[in-house]
Structure formats: C-alpha cells, structure tokens
C-alpha cells in the first residue's frame, strides 16, 4: 500500500460522501464533478483492498468497513479541516509589527496623520515610529524608510510617494540689509543656511537650460523647521521646501524667483521579499493613497 499521506485527500472525500448521503451532494459541496470524485474513489479502494462504499438503490453508502473507518478517521479529517481554515483565516488578519522610519517634519505635517487612521483600522499592528534627522536604511523586512536620498540598491525597493520643490528664501531684514541678489553667482557670496555642511544646487532658467551651483552653508541645521526658523530671523539664504513656507507669510521673500530649483523626488523605501508581511503592505497602499499633494 502506498504511503499513508497519499490517500488523506481522497479519505477526506470518502468521509464527505458519507457526511452529505449522496456522491452528488458531495460533489456540488466540494465543486468536484461526480465523475472525478467516483474515480479517485475507486481508485483509493484498490489502493488500500477494501471497500469503502455499495450502492444502495441509487445511492452510495458507507460498506461495514467503510463505517468503521469514517468513525475513526471522520472527526480527525473534520478537525484537521477546521484548524486548516482557522490558520488561513489568522493569516489574512492584518496584524504584526511594522518599523516606520520618516524625518520629523514630514511627520509631523501629513504622515502622522494616516499612521494614526491605519492604527484605528487595523487595531491589530502595531508600529515603532523612529523620526529621523539624517537618511536611514531599512534593516529588516518589517521596515518602512520615508526620505529623498538614500540611493538605488538592489535589495530595496523605492515607490515614488511626493514630489518637492525647493525655493531660495530669505528674510526681508536680511534683504534690506544685504540687498537682493541679481544672479546665481552674486547669491553665492551672500550668507547661506542649509540641511547639508555642502550641497550642490541645481537651477532651471527660463529658456530651458540647466544651472547648478555648490552652494556651502554659513550655518548648518538638521530639521526643516529650524532652517525656516534660522533663515527668518535673518542669518542668510536659504533652500527651503515650498510648502513648509505659508504664501502669506511676511516675514520671508522669495530670491532669484526666476529660477526654478529642480523637484525632490521623495521615496518609500522597504526591503525586496517574495512575501511580504500583510500589515506592511497595506500600511505602504495607505501612504500612496494619501500622498500629500503640494504646491509647485
């Protein structure tokens, strides 16, 4: 006799034949036609050398022996069922552990806001939120890295989430006492407060052509907020992303308006796996679908 695992899915049918009374009434509940159902039967008969079922009129019973074997085997194969069923149903609840590593600012102005809604809809997850000042690196496959520069690698996997345009802003003390700068070479020789100890600037003139410049800061800051802070109070020029700077705000003007800074694309970035952790991935659909839409 062939080993034992190999006629468990065709006792399973044995014992749902005998639970509906009728192959028929089997095969429209396993939606199985009657004719493959009869077949692997027989062929698990020969398989063992009993006889499991007789017909009875126009139906099929259970043989005395098959009797025997559906009271051994019928609950066992019935629980296995269950447990089957309920492991699948665990599977498809959402829940687990979920790393967020995102700059402080950016959550603080929109991401806080949908981790929050995610947490109320799958109360299951839970999340380690770590706000970041510098780019940071996913280091297992239950985390999830928001940030504008950490490179292409071949484990990772980056879904564009926003895009962000920076303008050159200064204070109008600053202004006033410095005048405004006519060009991008007369703006490097002015005070300059920025997110990097060195950057390299790139512009877009009106007719198209590209212009970039390295631009090396006075004061270094490590926080959008604290460079919008720095360049109000008049310390210097500054690259500031649009939307962290309110259109009526009176305190700070717009320098060399004409040139536009190139877009910052901004990435989710989480780790390349086959199978990836449920709560994961819905907690990434989330992100993308409330994808804050700024200013250009």
Request: proline share 4%.
């Amino acid at each position: 006799m062939d080993s034992i695992f190999g006629n468990l899915d065709d006792l399973y049918l044995f014992c749902r034949v005998v639970d509906a009374g009728s192959l028929l009434k089997a095969s429209e509940q396993l939606q199985l036609p009657v004719s493959t159902m009869s077949r692997r039967l027989t062929s698990l008969e020969k398989r063992i050398g009993v006889r499991l079922l007789e017909r009875q009129g126009r139906e099929l019973s259970a043989t005395e022996t098959g009797q025997v074997f559906y009271a051994r085997m019928g609950s066992e194969l019935s629980q296995i069922e269950l447990d089957l069923h309920q492991l699948l149903s665990d599977e498809k609840q959402v829940k687990g552990n979920v790393r967020l590593v995102v700059p402080y600012t950016m959550y603080q102005s929109f991401v806080g806001d949908v981790v929050q809604e995610f947490m109320l809809t799958y109360p299951e997850v839970t999340i380690d939120v770590k706000l970041s000042l510098d780019d940071s690196m996913p280091e297992t496959d239950r985390d999830l890295v928001v940030g504008f520069n950490l490179g292409r690698s071949t484990d990772l996997i980056a879904r564009p989430y926003f895009m962000a345009r920076d303008v050159l802003y200064a204070s109008c003390d600053y202004i006033e006492k410095h005048g405004m700068p006519t060009s991008i070479e007369e703006s490097l020789n002015r005070d300059w407060v920025g997110l990097e100890s060195s950057r390299e600037l790139h512009f877009m003139q009106d007719n198209g052509q590209s212009v970039s410049c390295h631009m090396k800061p006075r004061m270094v800051v490590n926080d959008v907020k604290m460079l919008v802070k720095a360049v109000s109070a008049g310390i210097g020029i500054g690259a500031i992303p649009r939307h962290h700077v309110p259109s009526d705000d009176p305190t700070l003007v717009k320098v060399l308006p004409e040139l536009q800074l190139h877009r910052r694309q901004a990435f989710l970035y989480y780790k390349r796996r086959e199978h990836q952790p449920k709560a994961l991935s819905l907690l990434i659909q989330m992100l993308l679908e409330r994808a804050p839409k700024l200013k250009n």
